[in-house]
């Protein structure tokens, strides 16, 4: 029984990132194929299906957008700075 991690689910993911709003945040982005991203910005926007990060690059335009089960499958990883 000790083996078993206990498990997220969607209601978790949301609640966390509602308590990250408009604050800054590190951001991993599994691509696949032992690729990923990362990058820091600010969680600009919480909407019911998905949240939008706006990141610090000056030279990129616009925000990225995740969906709830990124964060709860593992593919994107979100973290307060």
Known sequence: M???KPTKN???VKQMV???A???V???VNLGRNK???FSGVLSGI???LFTVRPDDKDYLGKTAY???DVLCGNVKIKRL
Request: proline share 4%; aromatic share 12%.
């Open 67 to 69: 969906s709830y089960s």
């Open 2 to 4: 000790g083996m078993i």
């Open 36 to 38: 990923s991203v990362s």
């Open 26 to 28: 590190a951001v991993r």
């Open 18 to 20: 509602r308590d990250y």
């Open 10 to 12: 969607i209601k978790d």
């Open 47 to 49: 909407y019911p299906a």
């Open 22 to 24: 408009d604050s800054r």
